[in-house]
Nanobody
Framework: QVQLVESGGGLVQAGGSLRLSCAASGRTFSSYDTGWFRQAPGKEREFVAA????????FYANSVKGRYTISSDKTKSTVYLQMNSLKPEDTAVYYCAADQVRAWFDRAYEYRYWGQGTQVTVSS
């Protein structure tokens, strides 16, 4: 069992930056892959980024590639999402998710454990 708690969301102007954190509890967290997803009002949840359990590989949605960076600190059982050059269309609730991904890192059904989400609002 893994519990996830996101933090770091807020209101920022377009072009600004935010860093989201996903703090995990549970001794087996190091054996899980972690992903970030987001959901804007009236839209479906979409993949943002993911990192393999060994921290060696990362994956990004095309819409955030080059602007977002996912990283992990195993000593703190925390995964980060650094978001730069934010755009109004990045506004959404951002969710952290974890599990042992079998095939597709960008599919929400691959992840059993989810945080409660943190709101990111980008003003124009």
């Amino acid at each position: 069992q893994v519990q996830l708690v996101e933090s770091g969301g807020g209101l920022v102007q377009a072009g600004g930056s935010l860093r989201l954190s996903c703090a995990a509890s549970g001794r087996t967290f190091s054996s899980y892959d972690t992903g970030w997803f987001r959901q804007a009002p009236g839209k479906e949840r979409e993949f943002v980024a993911a990192i393999r359990r060994n921290g060696g590989s990362t994956f990004y949605a095309n819409s955030v590639k080059g602007r977002y960076t996912i990283s992990s600190d195993k000593t703190k059982s925390t995964v980060y999402l650094q978001m730069n050059s934010l755009k109004p269309e990045d506004t959404a609730v951002y969710y952290c998710a974890a599990d042992q991904v079998r095939a597709w890192f960008d599919r929400a059904y691959e992840y059993r454990y989810w945080g409660q989400g943190t709101q990111v609002t980008v003003s124009s």
